[in-house]
T-cell receptor
């Protein structure tokens, strides 16, 4: 296992288009997190999954954003009708569930979205 | 709702100095707290994980402490090097909430 993998690494899209990002977590990890990060800021929580269940969604996640993890393995984050304000780095992380001895979270390299 | 604050926001030190980065959190009902490093344009690299039952963790020149009762964690970096220059982030809580980070510059 080579860690958390995110694709694509970079995406440039025109305003109004839909985009989809993919995250492949570490294979034995049942938790998967999505974050958005803009320049000079810390990562902002968007949503997280435990197995295939989406347990929490931030208010930042407007109705244009949707995330899925259909079989409890990889996850996708879709942004519909993109806006220039959606330009950011989108980060994915995975971990084991909280409350077990090792719950260290590992991050992917992120997907850089630019909306023009 | 968990809120995490990191102080200072930026720090510039000469090589060789020992330094302390601070992280405070509002909800002390956490299983663990994790410190990360982020280089420009990259993802986050895990440095140290402190379980709620632990008070500190050490890895090489790094030492992190956790005081749940006061809602604070510190990251101590000994004998800083230019290669330590990066943004340091702490994440806490069930949803791994982050502070704004401390941007560290170590000058040769």
């Amino acid at each position: 296992d080579t860690g958390v993998s995110q694709n694509p690494r970079h995406k440039i899209t025109k305003r109004g288009q839909n985009v989809t990002f993919r995250c492949d977590p570490i294979s034995e990890h049942n938790r998967l997190y999505w974050y958005r990060q803009t320049l000079g800021q810390g990562p902002e929580f968007l949503t997280y999954f435990q197995n295939e269940a989406q347990l929490e969604k931030s208010r930042l996640l407007s109705d244009r954003f949707s995330a899925e993890r259909p079989k409890g393995s990889f996850s996708t984050l879709e942004i519909q009708r993109t806006e220039q304000g959606d330009s950011a780095m989108y980060l994915c992380a995975s971990s084991l569930s909280q409350g077990v001895p090792n719950t260290e979270a590992f991050f992917g390299q992120g997907t850089r979205l630019t909306v023009v | 709702k968990q809120e995490v604050t990191q102080i200072p926001a930026a720090l510039s030190v000469p090589e060789g100095e020992n330094l302390v980065l601070n992280c405070s959190f509002t909800d002390s009902a956490i299983y663990n707290l994790q410190w990360f490093r982020q280089d420009p344009g990259k993802g986050l690299t895990s440095l140290l994980l402190i379980q709620s039952s632990q008070r500190e963790q050490t890895s090489g020149r790094l030492n992190a402490s956790l005081d749940k009762s006061s809602g604070r964690s510190t990251l101590y970096i000994a004998a800083s090097q230019p290669g330590d220059s990066a943004t340091y982030l702490c994440g806490a809580g069930n949803m791994l909430t982050f502070g704004g980070g401390t941007r560290l510059m170590v000058k040769p």
